[in-house]
């Protein structure tokens, strides 16, 4: 007797929840991407083979240009507020609400603390053209060691968390500048702080 074949149908494969996944997955990318903000100078930082990362928060950021120039910036947003709060009244100098929504956007910045105000009554584009003349950072008006303590202080209060301190130095930066920059951190028994470098290949060792 012939064998009975049985009837055999072509599999089927519903592709509706592989498009949903792939949708939800775009949408989750696109909402908690953190794009990098703009620098407020250009610091070209020499490589390193270095692979340490930094955190993406509770960072203090000194950047340092081939001019001379101190920058700082925190990214902290909960902090900021306070910390401005904190150089203001330490300083004498009083900020609207207006110029805090302001500062919570910035990413950094290179002005004594006096000029602040009027860098951040400027929109986003006009500080772009504004050549800013950096943070005061000498023995006689050293505003730059007082941000940095007063962020950690803030961030601190904020969300009771310490911070990371980064140091960002041009590859042309003045050696002198550099090296003052972390005296003063020294100084105040800050003794831990990354240096911001290119990452390069690390070199290959022939057998």
């Given at each position: ?79 900021k507020p306070l910390l401005l709060d904190r150089m203001g009244a330490k300083y004498g100098v009083t900020f609207s ?111």
């Amino acid at each position: 007797m012939p064998k009975v074949k049985p009837h055999r149908t072509s599999p089927s494969l519903d592709m509706t929840p592989m498009v949903d996944l792939a949708f939800l997955l775009v949408t989750f990318f696109m909402l908690t991407t953190k794009f990098a903000p703009e620098e407020v100078v250009v610091v070209d930082t020499p490589s390193s083979t270095s692979e340490f990362k930094l955190p993406e928060s509770n960072v203090i950021r000194i950047l340092i240009d081939k001019d001379k120039r101190v920058f700082f910036g925190l990214e902290s947003d909960k902090a900021k507020p306070l910390l401005l709060d904190r150089m203001g009244a330490k300083y004498g100098v009083t900020f609207s609400e207006k110029q805090k929504r302001a500062f919570g956007g910035l990413n950094s910045f290179g002005v004594p603390v006096q000029q602040l105000g009027s860098l951040l009554n400027m929109g986003s584009e006009q500080r772009k053209e504004v050549k800013q003349p950096g943070i005061p950072a000498d023995s006689l008006n050293n505003q730059l060691i007082d941000w940095v303590m007063e962020a950690r202080k803030a961030n601190q209060e904020a969300i009771g968390k310490p911070t990371y301190i980064a140091i960002k130095g041009d590859g042309n930066a003045d050696v002198p500048t550099v090296k003052k920059v972390i005296k003063f951190l020294q100084e105040k028994n800050i003794n831990r702080f990354n240096l911001i470098t290119d990452l390069e290949n690390k070199p290959t060792v022939s057998k």
